[in-house]
């Protein structure tokens, strides 16, 4: 492939961080890039705009990347991914059109962010911090910020005690928080490794001051929050999600958010970017981030530059870090 003839999307620069993350000057060079910073309206939007491209580099799961919409990409050769998996993506759709899938590593302590925050989620929701903020800048003091609770000697559930719940887990020891989990596989060797007990899913809702979830999503684990799951929570409690919008179902999380029975501290949607006009935006309850978890300056300083290298070797004729090494004929 002939590098001046080529066209390159990158995708999802939502926070306008992609040029400071890394050298563009080599790619630039070599083929016409364009860096998309907003979210495509719908498929058939996606699907116009990208037509005439030959790569296209993707930020996670921000856009979706379907059959029907992949199919529709004529020209499409090379599609890079960031992260290890990307559940939004039709991987064997593309390895149907012969287009290779690249993507990318992680590395340093950048695996630990989107703990970091549930953490801090945690933290802002049991002591009004967004309130407290928002009133020092509106002249105001004490007046309306919600009386807050310590967290010591409270008990914190964990959905999930994979990498990033053991990292939670652990914060919250440090806390004097009293941890217990649950998932489906989990075993009482990983809750001894950690220091958490691990518990049924009924006692977890229903013994939980505050419940943080840190699982995959899969057809397995979708909707694994129900509504009656969250009918068992204590009057007050707070429920934090950094992981996937729908592993909480979402009309039940409504239904006790607008009854006021417990507080939610979300950085993950089933549709994202967040609608305007989405009632969580309007509830009181409910502290809100824009799916920031792992969108950390470490992480796009080892995102962005793997992306590029990724489009120029497969402009070289030699890909790397191809996910379905099929498409090749020979193992990548």
Not at 140 to 149: A, C, E, L, T, Y
Not at 264 to 282: G, I, S
């Amino acid at each position: 492939m002939s590098g001046n003839q080529s066209k390159v999307a990158v995708l999802d620069d939502w926070q306008g961080v992609a040029y400071q993350s890394a050298d563009w000057f080599e790619l630039e060079s070599r083929a016409d890039v364009t860096i998309f910073s907003e979210a495509f309206r719908d498929e058939d939007e996606a699907a116009a705009r990208l037509a005439e491209f030959d790569i296209v580099l993707s930020m996670r799961e921000r856009t979706p990347l379907p059959g029907s919409l992949i199919n529709r990409l004529p020209k499409l050769r090379m599609l890079g991914m960031t992260g290890a998996r990307n559940a939004s993506l039709d991987t064997p759709a593309c390895t149907a059109r012969g287009i290779v899938v690249c993507n990318t590593r992680g590395g340093g302590n950048t695996d630990s962010a989107t703990a970091e925050l549930a953490l801090g989620l945690l933290i802002a929701t049991a002591r009004g911090i967004p309130q407290g903020d928002l009133n020092m800048r509106r002249g105001r003091f004490q007046m309306g910020v919600p009386v807050g609770i310590g967290l010591a000697g409270k008990t914190i559930g964990i959905v999930g005690l994979g990498r990033l719940g053991g990292y939670m887990a652990q914060y919250c020891i440090a806390l004097r928080m009293n941890v217990i989990a649950w998932s489906q596989n989990l075993t009482e060797a990983r809750c001894k490794e950690i220091g958490a007990t691990l518990v049924t899913k009924d006692d977890l809702m229903h013994q939980s001051d505050a419940i943080s979830v840190h699982m995959v999503l899969s057809p397995r684990s979708r909707g694994l929050i129900g509504e009656a799951d969250i009918a068992k929570m204590k009057q007050g409690a707070i429920l934090i999600n950094t992981s996937r919008g729908p592993l909480i179902d979402e009309e039940a999380l409504l239904m006790a958010l607008h009854a006021g029975r417990i507080v939610a501290a979300l950085d993950v949607y089933d549709r994202e970017p967040l609608p305007e006009d989405h009632p969580f935006r309007r509830l009181p309850n409910t502290i809100l981030m824009p799916h920031m978890g792992y969108g950390v300056k470490e992480t796009w300083e080892g995102f962005y530059p793997q992306m590029i290298e990724n489009a120029l070797a497969f402009l070289d004729g030699t890909p790397i870090r191809v996910t379905n090494p099929e498409v090749l004929g020979t193992k990548a």
